[in-house]
């Protein structure tokens, strides 16, 4: 079977900084891969790179067999805008759109793009707002919402493109603790749906209990991945112990 | 200071207070779109088309609008050879004048309007594949309008009185009339009419401006 995801020997850097130094791995259909490691090790770079918010400056990237960027060299425009179109993401600061009502952050990207009928899109925004929790709030302004409420109504926005692979970036790091809750709810939810997701996150409990493999970077490479029992019951490496017992007596 | 005076100087004045609202409108309406363009042009990646729009809002901005005035309406036919086909009418060139040093204005405000949008913003565009043009026109530009209206708002209102600068290049205008009413007779009744009648149109504006603030909040 064709990996959803492939990148091998991905390089990125910033002027002299060397951001990702030949980050290899792929990721199953239906798998959820959790990313952790320290600030800075490149964990957003890679996850951006995917979904082509950032460029790289070398390696490959393969979705669904196609490549986006194969040896440093990135397909045509058209091309790759159908490739990430095949991906949704979520972003730490959720980055609704202000101006529209919960309803119109999520009907304006079909109607925009995909060109549906208006019913069609009408009916998916209403089951994925239900889905959420949130039917609601369809005509309430995201000025109106909590964060997780915000979280949730970025996630059924991405839904209403139907990805096929779902890019999470810390979702829920810009949330009062009290509100992440809801928002795990919707991701666990979709994992057992068997929604293909890369997921950056610091939170450990929550990686143990829904990724299938965990992915531990360090300093622009993964230094260490495996089973959440391998990785947080045995690591293997120095380093990851040391991130894990930080991160743990942190939180 | 009499009614029956006053109604009588009321038809001179309406007729300035005409020349007055023409003149606003066609500004308005031709600065503040050319105003976009040239924010668009001031971020553009092509260097000199930047450079351009940069130091044309320098130049429009860091000099008096009534030398510009007096630039459009009189200095244009003086350039040597081509100055001879520049001689338009003085209520044309002097909207020329207008337009263009407004457009400088709201060439700024539109950019810092700009300026203040996230650029999560235009992420989350783009991983909905929304083109860039799209982006623009559907996320970018109905918050840069939040953002820029009062600041429109303000210019507008300054425009209202600025037309009173049609005086000095010999537009006849309200304040014109007024100002020929007072010194034919020795009387200040048609300044207080002149200054309520300005008043009436920056209220009009204002009220405007507050009723599409209010349809420019999202909440
Ligand atoms: N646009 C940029 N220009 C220059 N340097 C950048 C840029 N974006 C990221 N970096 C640098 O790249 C490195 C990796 O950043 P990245 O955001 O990928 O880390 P991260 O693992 O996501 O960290 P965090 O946990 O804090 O989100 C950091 O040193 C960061 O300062
Ligand atoms: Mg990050």
Redesign the interface.
Known sequence: MTSMIEIHNLKKSFGNLDVLRKVNFSVAPGEVVAVIGPSGSGKSTMLRSLIHLEEVTGGSIRIQGEALVEDGKYATPAKIKSITSRMGMVFQHFNLFPHLTVQDNLELAPKTVKKENAAEIRRRSEELLAKVGLADKANAYPANLSGGQKQRVAIARALMMKPEILLFDEPTSALDPELTGEVLRVIKQLAEENMTMIIVTHEMNFARDVADRVIFMDNGEIAEEGTPEQIFGNPQLERTKSFLSRVEIMG | MSLDYISSIMQPLLQGAETTIITFLIVILLSLPLGFLITLMAKSRVKPLAWIAHTYIYVMRGTPLMLQLLFFCFGLPLLPVIGQYLVIDRFVAACIGFVLNYAAYFAEIFRGGLLSI?K??Y??S?????SRW?TMS??II??MI?VALPAVANESITLVKDTALLYAVAVPELLHYAQTAVNRDFTIAPFVVAGVIYLLMTLVLTLFFKALEKR?K??
Do not use: I
Not at chain 2, 126 to 130: A, N, P, T
């Open positions: 996230d999560g913003q992420e989350a783009q991983v909905l594949g929304l799209q559907k996320v109905p918050q939040r420019f999202f909440e």
